[in-house]
């Protein structure tokens, strides 16, 4: 718990995270994943590829993307 915030603070989401990782720490995330465009999230590859790497493959902006999902995280109370 962050002393100022009492907020819960985790890493948040970066874009050389692998895709598996985010899902599996994050799971507020899956449905804005799909939504963005990443619908292959449970798919093998997203064991070994970086958020940005599976972002740029769709043609998703991997900032804009980052930024989103950190925004859903504030959204459910947790942040850096």
């Known amino acids: ?3 100022l915030t009492k907020r ?3 890493d948040m989401i970066t874009k050389d995270m692998l895709i598996a990782d985010i899902v599996d720490k ?3 995330v899956v449905q804005p994943l799909m939504l963005s465009g990443m ?3 449970g798919c093998a590859i997203s064991h070994a ?3 940005e790497e599976g972002a ?7 900032d804009d993307l980052v930024s ?3 925004d859903v995280l504030k959204a459910n109370g947790i942040e850096d």
Do not use: R
């Open 56 to 62: 740029m493959a769709h043609g998703i902006d991997p």
């Open 39 to 41: 619908g292959c999230i």
């Open 8 to 10: 819960k603070c985790i």
């Open 1 to 3: 718990i962050c002393c």
């Open 49 to 51: 590829e970086s958020l």
């Open 26 to 28: 994050y799971p507020q």
């Open 68 to 70: 989103g999902l950190n």
